[in-house]
Every structure is written in structure tokens, then in C-alpha cells.
């Protein structure tokens, strides 16, 4: 049996996680989603917003890493110890949907990437793909299950691997720039005011989908050497891959009109490459994506896993979840994840634009996470919690989550009525796992308030699948 106490994890290890969890699938669509939303100028915006609102969030989980260190399941020990165990539920359940979908977003863009070069993998949602990504997702279940060590050793090699491709395609495109085309783009589909806010409202669940990882390190601080390592961490990778997004979106602005970049096919960044070095370039940055959303996948089925095992220990998800293999690996969860993954991997033959669906709906799910521990931040700076010994950093704390807790609300709104049924669709269901919970441990399933939280869960989730099925949300 491995303890967690022999698997400890270096502060490199630790921002390769945080790294590898962003950099995945979401860089290499950039082009393509930006040039459908916007120009140049509302991308500054919207990478200012984001920067800012997660820059902020960031130091809420370097603040909370260290002023509550007993609560080393990260992300969802947070909203628990915050607002009651349903909370703490949902929290931790839309993560691991988060993730689940994040999954099935690599594995369709994998097969969409070898589809420009094998037309049997289609867009990624063929028979074709959806059979050999069922193949890949179990070679990577066992490979798991043979220690997450091991497995963390071989993300930490992937993340510098897939760094490298993406440091070249910047360079090169940067000599490729061309500044008449960059100013053709520059306001996008308008000018005015309301032009730019509705173009910046588009990007908004792009720029979320591309961050989401950035708990990384903290879900892990359990396995961390020092807990001072997870803020660090998080915050230096933060600002890393915030560097690498913000100039693959604006160098693209100089290659291609808005138009073109919007009718790419993904991974977009190829097409643009492909336009400043000729058709290597497409192959070269397929290479890279492969590698890089191997790496990110790696990082996101160890982060399901873990947050369903440490959700199990915390009493909030059912026991079983709790079992470690003679590795230390939380295999139940795993089971559990994987098989789910599978599922949703056979839908996407369904789904008309798969991708994007799988994209949005990562986003989504991981925004209700993000708004507790932001809200969890500003209540321990507003009741001042821990702050006795440290009182000339109450301020700067309260400050600060208060920016990315309206931030989270300001996702929420721009995410629009649509995700959040669609994300109801999943919270409402899944609560049977709190309800099986709370059985095992002989108590009563919900108070009057949770009561009501389900309820609207539940409607939302009647709501959603009725329009589903009626057509009147398309998938």
C-alpha cells in the first residue's frame, strides 16, 4: 500500500499539474473561437476581465491554501466547510462533471486533428473515433490505476513536451504578423458600445474553459511537500499560461481577417500556422495538440478521480468512492469517472457540434465551484476567520475575493439561461449521490434549504431535458 505520505509532490510537480490541467484543448482552438466572437480590441477586453477575475481567483486559493490548511481536498472542501454539505456536494459534483466533459472535449478534438489527414475520424464524433478514444481511455485507466506517481511523473514530462510547440507557433507567427491585417480586424463585427459588450460576452465561456485547471495544485495540496508550494504554484502557472493565451489570440489577429479565422476547422491554431509556414505547419501544431491534450487529459482524469475520493472521506459522496487500490489510487472513483466518460463519449455521436457542446458545457459546470470558493473567501475576510495573527492582510484579502466573486456572478450571467438548464441537467440527477450519502450515514437527506436548492435542480433538470427533446435547445 502507497500512503499519501510517500507519493509528496515538489512545487514543480505541483505547477506542471496546474499547467498541464489549463494548457490542454482550449489554447489550440483559440483562433477560431475569437475570430468568431470578436476582434482584436474586444479580445484585449476580454483577456483583460478574465486575467483579472482569475488572477483574483487564484489568490483566493493561494490565501485559503494557507490560512485553512486542514482542508486539502481543495476546491470542494471549501464550499463545505463554507455553506453546508449540499453545497459542498454540488460543488464537488460540478467539478468532477467539469471534468468528465473536459475529457470528452480531448478526445473529440483528438479525432477531429487526425481527421485532416484520416477523413474516418470526421469532425472526432464518428463511429471510427468514438471507438478508437474508448481504446486510448482504457490504456490510460490501467495505466492509472498502476500509481498516481507515476502517472503525475509522466504529466510533469508532457506539460514542458507540449510547452514547446506553442512557444515555437508564437514565435514564428510573430515574424509572420502583418499589422494592415491586424487593423482590419481590429473592432471586430462593430464599434459601439453595445457591439463590443455583446462581442466580449461571447468569449466569455472560451476564456473560462481555457483557465479551468487552475485549482489544480490546491485539489492536490494533500500530496504537496510544503503547503506554502500550492499557492505558489497556482499563481506562477497562472500567470505562465495567461502570457501564452493572450499571444496566441492576438498574433492570430495578424495572420488571418476575422472571417477566415472563423470558418477554420479545430484545432484552429493549425490553420493559422499553416498560413505563415505552409502545410508542416498544420501537421507540426496537430503534433503538439496531441501531446499537449494527452498531458491535459492525464492531469484531469487524476483531478476527477480525486475530488470524488476526497469528497468520499469528507462524507459528502458514498463510501465506496473512498477505496484506495494497493497503489494508493482512489480506484473506485476512478471506475467511476471513466465509465461515465464512456458514456458521454457515445453521445457525441448525437451531438451536432460536439466540440463546442463539450467546451461550453465544461464551462458551465465549473462556474457554481468557482462562485463558493470565491463567496468562501469573502466571508472569511468579512468575519475576519483566521485573520487574528494576520491582520494587516484582512483587507487586501476581502478586496480581492470580492473582485472574483463578482467576477464568477459576471460568468454566470454571460454564460446565459441555456448553460444553466443544461448544467441543471446534471446537478439534478446527480444528487442521488448526496441522497445515497446521506442514507449511509442515517440522516436526513436535506434541510429546508437544501430542500429548496434541490428542488430547483430537479426543475431545472425537467426543464432542460423537456427542451431537449422537443428541440427547442439543439445539441
Given at each position: ?7 509528496k509532490?515538489?512545487v514543480?510537480?505541483l ?14 482552438s ?40 486542514d ?20 460543488s ?10 473536459g475529457?470528452?472535449s ?8 487526425l ?6 475520424f ?5 463511429v ?8 486510448l ?14 502517472a ?7 506539460t ?12 514564428l ?9 491586424f ?10 458600445f ?16 481555457v483557465?479551468?485547471g ?5 485539489v492536490?495540496s ?17 500567470l505562465?499560461?495567461?502570457c ?28 493559422v500556422?499553416e ?16 501531446i ?5 487529459y ?7 478521480a ?38 458521454f ?6 451531438a ?7 467546451l461550453e ?15 468562501y473567501?469573502?466571508?472569511l475576510?468579512w468575519?475576519?476567520?483566521?485573520y487574528d ?12 475575493s ?30 442521488i ?5 446521506r ?13 429548496t ?6 426543475i ?16
Amino acid at each position: 500500500m502507497i500512503s499519501a505520505s510517500e507519493q509528496k509532490f515538489s512545487v514543480w510537480t505541483l505547477m506542471a499539474m496546474c499547467v498541464g490541467s489549463m494548457v490542454g484543448a482550449g489554447i489550440f482552438s483559440l483562433p477560431q473561437a475569437f475570430g468568431r466572437a470578436t476582434g482584436p480590441f474586444g479580445a484585449v477586453i476580454a483577456w483583460s476581465i478574465a486575467g483579472i477575475g482569475m488572477l483574483m481567483l487564484a489568490f483566493v486559493f493561494q490565501s485559503l491554501s494557507r490560512r485553512k490548511p486542514d482542508l486539502d481536498a481543495g476546491i470542494y472542501a471549501y464550499a463545505k466547510a463554507g455553506f453546508g454539505d449540499y453545497l459542498g456536494f454540488l460543488s464537488a459534483l460540478g467539478y468532477w462533471s467539469a471534468a468528465l466533459l473536459g475529457n470528452v472535449s480531448y478526445f473529440v478534438l483528438i479525432k477531429s486533428t487526425l481527421g485532416l489527414f484520416f477523413p474516418i475520424f470526421g469532425e472526432g464524433n464518428t463511429v471510427a473515433a468514438i471507438a478508437t478514444s474508448s481504446v486510448l481511455l482504457w490504456v490510460v485507466h490501467f495505466l492509472i490505476l498502476r500509481g498516481i506517481k507515476g502517472a503525475a511523473a509522466v504529466n510533469r514530462i508532457v506539460t514542458f513536451a507540449k510547452i514547446i510547440p506553442i512557444l515555437l507557433f508564437i514565435v514564428l507567427v510573430f515574424y509572420g504578423f502583418k499589422a494592415d491585417v491586424f487593423r482590419a480586424n481590429f473592432w471586430g463585427s462593430g464599434a459601439t458600445f453595445g457591439d463590443i459588450a455583446g462581442q466580449v460576452r461571447a468569449t466569455m465561456l472560451v476564456t473560462v474553459f481555457v483557465f479551468v485547471g487552475i485549482e489544480g495544485a490546491s485539489v492536490y495540496s494533500r500530496y504537496a511537500r510544503n503547503r506554502s508550494d500550492v499557492g505558489i504554484a497556482t499563481l506562477f502557472g497562472f500567470l505562465g499560461v495567461l502570457c501564452l493565451l493572450v499571444l496566441v489570440t492576438m498574433l492570430s489577429y495578424g495572420v488571418m481577417q476575422n472571417a477566415d479565422l472563423a470558418q477554420l476547422r479545430n484545432p484552429s491554431m493549425a490553420g493559422v500556422f499553416e498560413a505563415v509556414v505552409g502545410p508542416w505547419g498544420a501537421l507540426f501544431v496537430s503534433a503538439g495538440l496531441i501531446i499537449s491534450v494527452a498531458g491535459a487529459y492525464l492531469s484531469w482524469v487524476l483531478l476527477a478521480a480525486e475530488i470524488l475520493f476526497s469528497a468520499s472521506k469528507y462524507d459528502t459522496m458514498p463510501r465506496f468512492l473512498s477505496h484506495e487500490n494497493r497503489n494508493g489510487v482512489p480506484s473506485h472513483a476512478l471506475w467511476l469517472t471513466n465509465i461515465v466518460v464512456q458514456i458521454f463519449l457515445i453521445l457525441t455521436l448525437f451531438a451536432q457540434y460536439a466540440f463546442r457542446l463539450a467546451l461550453e458545457l465544461t464551462s458551465s459546470m465549473i462556474l457554481i465551484p468557482y462562485l463558493l470558493v470565491a463567496a468562501y473567501g469573502v466571508k472569511l475576510a468579512w468575519t475576519g476567520e483566521t485573520y487574528d495573527r494576520d491582520p494587516a492582510g484582512h483587507r487586501g484579502d476581502l478586496v480581492r475575493s470580492g473582485i472574483a466573486l463578482i467576477y464568477t456572478i459576471w460568468l454566470i450571467y454571460a454564460a446565459g439561461a441555456t448553460h444553466l438548464l443544461l448544467s441543471a441537467a446534471i446537478y439534478g440527477p446527480g444528487s442521488i449521490l448526496f441522497v445515497m450519502t446521506r442514507r449511509e450515514q442515517r440522516r436526513a437527506i436535506f434541510s429546508m434549504a437544501e430542500l429548496t436548492m434541490f428542488a430547483v435542480a430537479a426543475i431545472g433538470a425537467v426543464v432542460a431535458i423537456y427542451a431537449i427533446v422537443t428541440g427547442r435547445i439543439t445539441i
